[in-house]
């Protein structure tokens, strides 16, 4: 059984950073592409990044988060993460991990949510003074 579990979340102020993490289990960790989404209440669900799989060499991000944002894979670790710098009041939003059906991403903007059938629980991160 795929299981993704979210962690890392937290408040933090506006500039501040936060690294998200995502620990994988049930699957080939490697095999698969990844990504970040997130959603605020009552908002579409956005897709933040996505991270090819094997050592994770393409990347791709939404450009409300480019140059700001940073994802990785740790395959050892059967871990994905998202690190959160220079930090906005709108990014306040529940993070979510999803795993794609494939090795790459696809990586046409905006990122689709059909591409990634498992998810994980969420996490919570709150930017505000």
């Known amino acids: 059984e795929v299981q993704l579990v979210e962690s890392g979340g937290g408040l933090v102020q506006p500039g501040g950073s936060l690294r998200l993490s995502c620990a994988a289990s049930?699957?080939?960790?490697?095999?698969?592409?990844m990504g970040w989404f997130r959603q605020a209440p009552g908002k579409e669900r956005e897709g933040v990044s996505c991270?090819?799989?094997?050592?994770?060499?393409?990347?791709r991000y939404a450009d409300s988060v480019k140059g700001r944002f940073t994802i990785s894979r740790d395959n050892a670790k059967n871990t994905l993460y998202l690190q959160l710098n220079s930090l906005k009041t709108e990014d306040t939003d529940t993070y979510y991990c999803?795993?794609?059906?494939?090795?790459?991403?696809?990586?046409?903007?905006?990122?689709?949510?059909?591409?990634?059938?498992?998810w994980g629980q969420g996490t919570q991160v709150t930017v505000s003074s």
């Open positions: 049930g699957f080939t960790f490697s095999s698969y592409a």
């Open positions: 991270i090819s799989g094997g050592s994770g060499s393409n990347t």
């Open positions: 999803a795993r794609t059906r494939t090795y790459w991403c696809n990586y046409a903007l905006p990122f689709k949510r059909d591409d990634y059938p498992y």
